[in-house]
């Protein structure tokens, strides 16, 4: 444990037997297992003094903590002449270029930092990771994110085909890359797909969806992400079908936990709705049964958070979680609407092809996965989705998907450009008013 507080946990994760107490998974299974929500921010600075100093504040938070180097956007998108020119010239850049740095700089980065007690995570946000997952293995890291889809469609114009076929390689580069008994581990990026406005049946089944993948290619230790949308309840629903449909589909021996995000997307512009904002994420991931939390910070709408005030976050919702009540099970159905359409999802799309990438890849040309509001060529587009008034995100058009459109309201209405802007700020309106929020 990283810090002094005591952070419930309503359910421990499910460490397989392959699970070594060094390892990424390892970590949040024994913090689960007293009882302990992991806290983790999203911190990276291309300055490796700036960078360590990052990671040595949020170790030292009062919480149960994991690091983060978060890697910069040319290194992401594989410009390495221009992280290079950048670093040359003392440039600051968005995040830590692992893949320029040398392999010395950033073991001395980490050295008296990342210990058994304190596992660090590369994010990064890369379709082609190759040069990402070479450098990390080789600073002693071993927990990384993203997927063939999560880390595609909402982010670029890198052909799915080409994605798929990237990760199938970076998985298996991994898996050989890390030694034992360290146990490489990948958190699918899936339950974030677009931030917001995504029902959360598609977050869940894509989620669950990825981590099948990294299994088929020699990753034995994966997270299970879901993003915080727009009603507590039906993210409640959402995080709880995660968790039974891994235990239904991944192999019993594979390490696995979920991991929550505060919400990803408009966050409220005052302070005070911000922070009660990153509170209900705590709440949730408590009363739900995640492991694990990414925490936002009350800056986000304003400008990159500092360093204290990634702390201050991690602070806010170690002490949240803490206070929460521990049931012994999380109330609430594990099944529900959530469930029903994600298992669809699933199955629809493993009919297609016994591999999962071919699955994903036939899914997407078809229809059967088609993310709202998302550009990329290789998604159908013709799904779409709206919050009702109850406050819980539906969807009105599915296209060619395995699910049922509801309609909106007493008569059904396309989504207008001032409805979709109107239904993006609807969280950051609802947290900056007044009154407690869930």
């Known amino acids: 444990m990283s810090g002094g507080a005591t952070l419930l946990a309503p359910a421990a994760a499910s460490p397989g037997p392959g699970a070594p107490a060094t390892s990424f998974g390892g970590f949040v299974a024994r913090a689960a297992a007293r009882g302990q929500l992991v806290v983790q921010p999203r911190m990276g600075f291309s300055d490796p003094r700036r960078m360590r100093a990052g990671l040595e504040r949020t170790k030292r938070a009062v919480a149960t903590t994991v690091g983060t180097l978060t890697i910069d956007s040319y290194t992401r998108v594989g410009d390495q002449d221009a992280a290079r020119a950048a670093v040359a010239e003392g440039t600051p850049l968005n995040g830590y270029p692992i893949a320029t740095h040398s392999t010395g700089l950033t073991r001395s980065l980490l050295d008296g930092v990342l210990d058994p007690a304190f596992p660090v995570q590369v994010r990064h946000g890369s379709s082609r990771p190759e040069a990402i997952i070479r450098a990390l293995a080789a600073a002693g890291l071993d927990a990384t994110e993203g997927g063939p889809v999560s880390y595609c469609l909402p982010y670029g114009r890198t052909p799915l085909a080409e994605s798929v076929e990237n990760w199938a390689r970076c998985c298996e580069l991994l898996a050989a890359l890390v030694p034992a008994p360290r146990l490489p581990h990948l958190e699918s990026f899936g339950g974030c797909m677009l931030g917001q406005l995504c029902p959360p049946g598609l977050l869940v089944a894509l989620s669950l969806l990825e981590g099948m993948f990294f299994v088929r290619h020699g990753i034995r230790s994966v997270s299970l992400s879901y993003a915080q949308q727009t009603d507590p309840a039906q993210d409640a629903e959402a995080v709880r079908a995660l968790r039974r449909l891994a235990a239904e589909f991944l192999p019993a021996d594979v390490d696995r936990h979920v991991v929550l995000y505060t919400y990803m997307g408009v966050f409220p512009r005052t302070a005070r709705g911000a922070t009660r904002l990153v509170e209900a994420s705590a709440r949730l991931a408590v009363r739900a049964g995640a492991q694990r939390l990414i925490v936002k910070t009350a800056a986000e709408a304003h ?27 999380p109330p609430g159905p594990a099944g529900g609407e959530v469930y029903r359409e994600a298992r669809a999802f699933v199955e629809a799309v493993l009919e297609l092809a016994d591999d999962p990438g ?81």
């Open 303 to 329: 400008r990159i958070p500092t360093v204290l005030e990634n702390v201050r976050a991690l602070e806010t919702a170690a002490a949240t979680a803490a206070l929460c009540a521990h049931p012994a099970d």
């Open 358 to 438: 071919r699955a994903l890849r036939a899914a997407f040309a078809r229809g059967v996965l088609d993310v709202p509001y998302c550009l990329h060529p290789d998604n159908a587009g013709r799904s779409r989705s709206f919050v009702d008034e109850s406050g819980r995100l539906r969807w009105s058009e599915v296209g060619g998907m395995p699910v049922a459109a509801r309609p909106q309201g007493p008569a059904r209405r396309a989504l207008t450009s001032d409805g979709l802007l109107a239904a993006l700020g609807s969280v950051a309106r609802r947290y900056d008013g007044p009154g407690p929020r869930t």
